[in-house]
């Protein structure tokens, strides 16, 4: 395991400028990584709930962390991700465990399950991953501490 991975990820995700919008936070581990996503008003459709989107948000974070966890010169991509809404949210904090299931050399599976606050599971997915030629640098946040 290569701790300084891991909270060289961390830093990278908490300082994209996507992240200033949902406020989530993220926790690496060797092929697992655990994130949670405080829910808001201006994060609901018009019937009151969360998005879809935000159920996204959380799925495919954590998958792709638990990814490129396991990466330690790319950064990862996205490239096929199976999603689930089970049920709906309408607060609290969402928390997305994911962890590789299968990996080959340059793609891997992830799966991942999200929680609402009361530990009900409110969806899931199923990912694939795959190596691309961005280098993991301080250009991407990589490393950078705030």
């Known amino acids: 395991m290569n701790e300084t991975h891991f909270r060289n990820l961390e830093a990278m995700y908490h300082q994209?400028?996507?992240?200033e919008y949902y406020k989530p936070v993220v926790q690496i581990r060797e092929g697992e990584a655990t994130l949670n996503l405080p829910l808001a008003p201006h994060l609901h459709h018009a019937a009151g709930a969360i998005h879809g989107v935000t159920y996204f948000k959380a799925l495919d974070d954590s998958s792709f962390f638990a990814a490129n966890s396991l990466?330690?010169?790319?950064?990862?991509?996205?490239?096929?991700?199976?999603?689930?809404?089970t049920r709906p949210?309408?607060?609290g904090?969402?928390?997305?465990?994911?962890?590789?299931?299968?990996?080959?050399?340059?793609?891997?599976?992830?799966e991942a399950v999200v929680f609402d606050s009361r530990e009900r599971q409110v969806a899931r997915s199923t990912g694939t991953f795959m190596r691309s030629r961005i280098a993991l640098s301080p250009e991407i946040g990589y490393g950078a501490r705030p």
Do not use: S
Request: hydrophobic share 50%; with cysteine.
């Open 89 to 91: 949210v309408v607060e």
């Open 16 to 19: 994209a400028p996507c992240n």
């Open 93 to 110: 904090t969402l928390r997305g465990e994911a962890r590789v299931v299968d990996q080959t050399k340059t793609i891997f599976i992830v």
């Open 71 to 85: 990466v330690e010169d790319v950064f990862v991509l996205t490239t096929n991700l199976n999603l689930y809404i």
